[in-house]
Antibody, heavy 122, light 107 residues
Framework: EVQLLESGGGLVQPGGSLRLSCADSGFTFSNYAMSWVRQAPGRGLEWVSS????????YYADSVKGRFTISRDDSKNTLYLLMNSLRGEDTAIYYC???????????????WGQGTLVTVSS | EIVMTQSPATLSVSPGERATLSCRASQTVTINLAWYQQKPGQAPRLLIYGASTRATGIPARFSGSGSGTEFTLTISSLQSEDFAVYYCQQYNNWPRTFGQGTKVEIK
């Protein structure tokens, strides 16, 4: 059974950096594409970034492009999100999720971790 | 970017009644649409993908329909555990986008 556990969230000042981690213990992590999705307080869901199973392809929302970097360490079954130049609008719960692909098409997210809260404030 | 619009924002339903939630895409997404359920303090859970295929373990009272730009999630007989927020998500185009959610509350 897939079990995803995020960590690394916390309070950071505007302009600061934070690295989120997502560890899994339930499946062959290296075979699967993974994503980060965030949810601002009281708001809806926003896709942030995705990485292919091989790690060679990465994708970013325009709102984070150039500031966030997604990566993976398959030897540790861990997904990362390095967030630089953080802004107030980055405040959100960040969820990692397993991507589901049909052929080469990126589709739905399942399952999801429980999320980690990032608060950007002075 | 495809904009997903859900209606209504809040739906008040009595237990045992049917709930019908709508999701509209700003351009066609064929059947590349998923539905999620989110309860307070929890992560979203996949309910439906391919517009109408129930995910593993999802009860038969949940059904999805539609194609193109108009989609519906129906809960045939609401149980207490079904009161939650529901999101649709399109995966026809990048970036993958979500609707703003419909809250199903107890009437």
């Amino acid at each position: 059974e897939v079990q995803l556990l995020e960590s690394g969230g916390g309070l950071v000042q505007p302009g600061g950096s934070l690295r989120l981690s997502c560890a899994d213990s339930g499946f062959t992590f290296s075979n699967y594409a993974m994503s980060w999705v965030r949810q601002a307080p009281g708001r809806g869901l926003e896709w942030v970034s995705s990485i292919s199973g091989s790690g060679t392809s990465t994708y970013y929302a325009d709102s984070v492009k150039g500031r966030f970097t997604i990566s993976r360490d398959d030897s540790k079954n861990t997904l990362y999100l390095l967030m630089n130049s953080l802004r107030g609008e980055d405040t959100a719960i960040y969820y990692c999720a397993k991507d589901n692909l049909l052929a080469t098409s990126w589709c739905w997210f399942d399952p999801w971790g429980q999320g980690t809260l990032v608060t950007v404030s002075s | 970017e495809i904009v997903m619009t859900q209606s209504p924002a809040t739906l008040s339903v009595s237990p045992g009644e049917r709930a019908t939630l709508s999701c509209r895409a700003s351009q066609t997404v064929t059947i590349n649409l998923a539905w999620y359920q989110q309860k307070p303090g929890q992560a979203p859970r996949l309910l439906i993908y391919g517009a109408s295929t129930r995910a593993t373990g999802i009860p038969a009272r949940f059904s999805g329909s539609g194609s193109g730009t108009e989609f519906t999630l129906t809960i045939s007989s609401l149980q207490s555990e079904d009161f939650a927020v529901y999101y649709c998500q399109q995966y026809n185009n990048w970036p993958r986008t979500f609707g703003q959610g419909t809250k199903v509350e107890i009437k």
